[in-house]
């Protein structure tokens, strides 16, 4: 459940959807903090609920994460808003460790992307499976018609300790729990300001990240359709990728 009053913003995913998402992380919720299983608490609201995405977007509550619905499935159109976009880094730092610290990059593992096409090492987090999760998406991924596979490499990367380049906020990237495909085939609205929205990318690959967790880039308005980041929470559930 959500805290708030009948007076606040509503909201796409939950508290639930949250603690449902990360249960190795997180044990709770008492309706101000969210409660952590090392007994962290932290509180999930900034009192500013009238932040504009501008603001969210560089300095994003917890809540904020859980505002924007995002379109799981859905036909891909041009999209209005930046659902999933918004990242609390404190949040983050705790749940995979700050980069700038020296703290996420002993938890990379190695993952085979595309074994029977590609088959080069990436690195990506172990935290919360996430090594589980894109090791079946590159199972998945591998079994599709070679016109689809040229979309998958070489890949644009995984983990790299930076922020994103618009807001100056932490990207998905520092903490080692998104990845990017073939820029080749990509579009990025920062190489685009004035043009339209535009998308190379097949429906059935988005589809395959999904359904183990990530999300992507090209759902967002400011778009980045190479981009994918493990984010189950605004997904409505914990994906079995193992």
Not at 21 to 41: K, M, N, S, V
Not at 191 to 210: C, G, L, Q
Request: hydrophobic share 40%.
């Amino acid at each position: 459940m959500l805290l708030l009053g009948a007076s606040a913003p509503s909201f796409a995913a939950s508290m639930d959807d949250l603690l449902r998402a990360y249960p190795d992380a997180l044990a709770g919720f008492d309706g101000a903090d969210l409660i952590w299983r090392d007994g962290t608490r932290m509180p999930v609201a900034d009192g500013r609920p009238d932040k504009d995405m501008a603001e969210q977007l560089r300095n994003g509550s917890i809540l904020d994460q859980l505002r924007l619905p995002y379109p799981v499935g859905a036909p891909v159109l041009p999209p209005q808003q930046d659902p999933g976009r918004v990242r609390n880094r404190a949040f983050f730092d705790k749940m995979y460790g700050d980069c700038r610290s020296g703290q996420v990059a002993p938890k990379l593992v190695p993952v085979v992307w595309l074994p029977n096409t590609w088959g080069h090492v990436v690195r990506i987090t172990s935290v919360n499976g996430v090594d589980h999760a894109l090791a079946a998406v590159s199972r998945e991924l591998d079994a599709l018609p070679a016109q689809d596979k040229r979309y998958l490499y070489p890949l644009g990367g995984t983990y790299a300790c930076r922020s994103v380049a618009d807001t100056g906020a932490t990207s998905m990237h520092a903490w080692g729990a998104a990845i990017d495909i073939n820029p080749a085939y990509s579009d990025y609205w920062l190489w685009r300001r004035d043009a339209p929205y535009v998308d190379r990318i097949p429906t059935e690959i988005v589809a395959v990240f999904e359904r183990h967790g990530f999300i992507w880039g090209g759902r967002w308005a400011h778009y980045d359709t190479m981009h994918f980041e493990y984010r189950p929470e605004l997904l409505g559930q914990r994906p079995t990728s193992e």
